[in-house]
Nanobody, 117 residues
Framework: QVQLVESGGGLVQAGGSLTLSCAAS????????MGWYRQAPGKQRELVAAITRGGDTNYADSVKGRFTLSRDNAKNTVYQQMNSLKPEDTAVYYC???????????WGQGTQVTVSS
């Protein structure tokens, strides 16, 4: 059973910052790209950011310049620093892994991020 342990969600005012973290097993972390999805009420789940094993990142246009995704290979953990948060960033954020097939295959339980105006 693959476990992704997420933390760092919460309530913040617009313009504030939060950092999400996601820890995985060494086996999974070393062989998978990692990423964060989010799902707001009534909306489809969307990819927010992803990072390859080599550290290359890509971001949704809506978060470029505000979110930074990084990975700590020694801790088998990815971090998503979220700055200048907006009410439209409010969602449940899910950590996920992507294997060699290109499919997002393992998911965390989700962590709520709420940005008040």
């Amino acid at each position: 059973q693959v476990q992704l342990v997420e933390s760092g969600g919460g309530l913040v005012q617009a313009g504030g910052s939060l950092t999400l973290s996601c820890a995985a097993s060494k086996t999974i972390f070393s062989s998978h790209a990692m990423g964060w999805y989010r799902q707001a009420p009534g909306k489809q789940r969307e990819l927010v950011a992803a990072i390859t094993r080599g550290g290359d990142t890509n971001y949704a246009d809506s978060v470029k310049g505000r979110f930074t995704l990084s990975r700590d290979n020694a801790k088998n953990t990815v971090y998503q620093q979220m700055n200048s948060l907006k009410p439209e960033d409010t969602a449940v954020y899910y950590c996920a892994t992507r294997g060699g097939s290109g499919r997002w295959d393992y998911w965390g339980q989700g962590t709520q991020v709420t940005v008040s105006s």
